[in-house]
Every structure is written in structure tokens, then in C-alpha cells.
């Protein structure tokens, strides 16, 4: 070994012979080297692997962060929705898809819960007219029929409404994308949605009568303004190749056609409960 103050060659021993110089350091840094002298090479921090703890924690302030800009983007299509929803375009997609998602699982929570309820009070109803154990009754709403089933219908309804919207635009000579028109759609979805909101929450506490009519009512007005209000967004400048009105009837069309289909599908669902 040789010693690194003075150059002096050393078979064995922590110490040199000639000058008393600590070997042992010297060869805990030639463990440390590469070869050739080459020291180790010493990876970033970036490149190693993150704690699974620091990794959810992460995952779930990236959650909360879009759950707040949702919380603003909702309150602002509340406040004024025709203003707000027109300045919207391609960046507040996700906000539009999460209001469409929003609309149908409260949609279809409504539906399951108002056959859960027909349900319940129909076996009530014999069971008092004919005893407990006459094997009259049905079961109540089941989560396949009667939840999954019309949310993928809400979602299947929702995509070929945007669709429609897009298309006559884009028949009008209307500069858009499809993703602009989810966004202000979803934009306009914002009040209808809150009032299924309002329908779900009176229906679980068992309120009914004129308040939950009128609220009904109000929901398949909104309903039927959000794409309407899709195309009075878009200024016109004179070189559109119909009036925004017949593009309206046009979607129309397409949405009672929709209506029609969809419904019969949850409607024979309603009543497969009840046998019929």
C-alpha cells in the first residue's frame, strides 16, 4: 500500500513505516473510488424513489385542489350562468364532464330511491291487506337495474346531446370544438344539476306535495335551456349558414327522439319491480 504523505511502499500494518501516516484512511477511500480514481457515482434525488406516503399525499392534494376549482367554477355558473358559461372554452372540459357525471348519479340516485319507496309501500300495502306472509310483495330497487342502468343512459344521453350540439355548430360554418361545447354545456348544466340536488335531498327526507313539483318542473325547463343557451353563446357575425333557432329545433328533435328510446328502457325497469 502506498502511503499518501510520503510516497513510501507498505506491505502491511494501519500505520507507515517510514513517516507514522494513517494507512487505514487511505484505503477507506479507494474502496469509495471507482476505477481509475473514479469516484462512485452519486444518483439525484429525482431519480429515487418516492415514499408511498409522500406519493398519496400528493395524489390526494391534487384532489382536493380540483375539487375546490370545481367548488368556484360551480358557484360562478350559479351567479351568472349565461355570462359565465358563454366565456367558457377547451380548458373547462373536465369541470363541464364532471357536472355531466354529477347530473346523472344524482339523476339516477333519484330514480333509485323512488322505486325503493314504491316498493316499500306497495308490499306495506298488502301485507296489511293480506298478511305478512302471503307472498304478494316484491323486492325492493336493485343497484343494477335501477341505478347503474340509468346512469349509463344519463351518460349515453349526455354524450350524444354534446355531439348533436357540435355537429349543427359546425353545420352553422360555427368556429368551435367538441370540447369547447362540453365545456360551455357542462357550464349551463350547473343549475339543473343543483336542483336534482334539491329533488334528491327532499325525496330521501320524504318531502313531496307542490315543493317537489315545482322543482320538477323547474328541472326539465333548465334541462332543456342548457343546450339552447349553447348556441345564443356564440356571437354572431353574419357569415352563419342558418339562424341559431332552427339549430336549436334541430338538437330538439334529437332530444325528444332520446327521450323516447331512453325512456321506455326505464320505464319497463320501473315496472319489472312489480311484475309487469
Same mark, same amino acid.
Given at each position: 500500500?502506498?502511503?499518501p *504523505?510520503c510516497?513510501?511502499? *507498505?506491505?502491511q ?5 517510514k ?9 477507506? =477511500? ?8 473514479? =469516484? ?12 408511498p406516503?409522500?406519493?398519496d *399525499?400528493?395524489y390526494?392534494?391534487?384532489t382536493?385542489?380540483v ?7 360551480? &358557484?360562478?355558473a350559479?351567479k %351568472? ?6 366565456? %367558457? ?9 364532471i357536472? #355531466?357525471? &354529477?347530473?346523472?348519479?344524482?339523476m ?7 322505486v ?6 306497495? *308490499?306495506? =300495502?298488502v301485507?296489511?291487506?293480506?298478511g ?8 325492493g330497487?336493485s343497484?343494477?337495474?335501477?341505478f347503474?342502468k ?13 355531439? =348533436?350540439v357540435?355537429?349543427?355548430? %359546425?353545420?352553422m360554418d ?9 365545456? %360551455?354545456?357542462?357550464?349551463?348544466? #350547473?343549475l ?6 334539491l329533488?334528491?335531498?327532499l325525496?330521501?327526507?320524504?318531502v313531496?306535495?307542490? &315543493?317537489?313539483a315545482?322543482l320538477s318542473?323547474?328541472?326539465?325547463l333548465?334541462l332543456?335551456l342548457?343546450?339552447a ?10 357569415g352563419?349558414?342558418?339562424?341559431p333557432?332552427?339549430g336549436?329545433l334541430?338538437v ?5 327522439f ?19
Open positions: 500500500m502506498i502511503c *504523505n510516497g513510501s511502499e *507498505n506491505e500494518g494501519k500505520f507507515c513505516a513517516c507514522g501516516a494513517n494507512l487505514a484512511r487511505e484505503e477507506r =477511500s479507494s474502496e469509495q473510488d471507482g476505477p481509475e480514481g473514479q =469516484s462512485a457515482p452519486d444518483f439525484p434525488a429525482s431519480s429515487r424513489t418516492p415514499h406516503s409522500r406519493a *399525499n400528493g390526494g392534494e391534487g382536493k385542489t375539487f375546490r376549482q370545481y367548488f368556484k367554477h360551480a &358557484l360562478a350559479l %351568472r350562468p349565461f355570462r359565465y358559461g358563454s366565456t %367558457r372554452n377547451e380548458e373547462s372540459m373536465v369541470h363541464g364532464i357536472t #355531466v357525471v &354529477l347530473f346523472s348519479f344524482f339516477s340516485l333519484f330514480l333509485y330511491v323512488t325503493d319507496k314504491a316498493a316499500r309501500f306497495y *308490499n306495506r =300495502s301485507d296489511a291487506l293480506f305478512e306472509f302471503s307472498g304478494l310483495g316484491f323486492a330497487a343497484f343494477g337495474n335501477h347503474l340509468p346512469f349509463i343512459i344519463f351518460l349515453l344521453y349526455f354524450s350524444v346531446i354534446i355531439a =348533436s357540435y355537429g349543427v355548430l %359546425r353545420m360555427v368556429k368551435t370544438s367538441m370540447k369547447e361545447v362540453a365545456a %360551455r354545456y357542462g357550464a349551463f348544466l #350547473v339543473p344539476t343543483v336542483i336534482v340536488l329533488v334528491v335531498l325525496t330521501l327526507w320524504n313531496g306535495g307542490v &315543493l317537489l315545482v318542473l323547474f328541472l326539465f333548465t332543456a342548457s343546450f343557451s349553447v348556441f345564443y353563446s356564440y356571437k354572431d357575425e353574419g352563419r349558414r342558418f339562424d333557432v332552427y336549436t334541430a330538439y328533435v334529437v332530444n325528444l332520446l327521450q323516447f328510446l331512453f325512456a321506455d328502457i326505464l320505464v319497463s325497469s320501473f315496472f319489472h319491480v312489480f311484475g309487469w
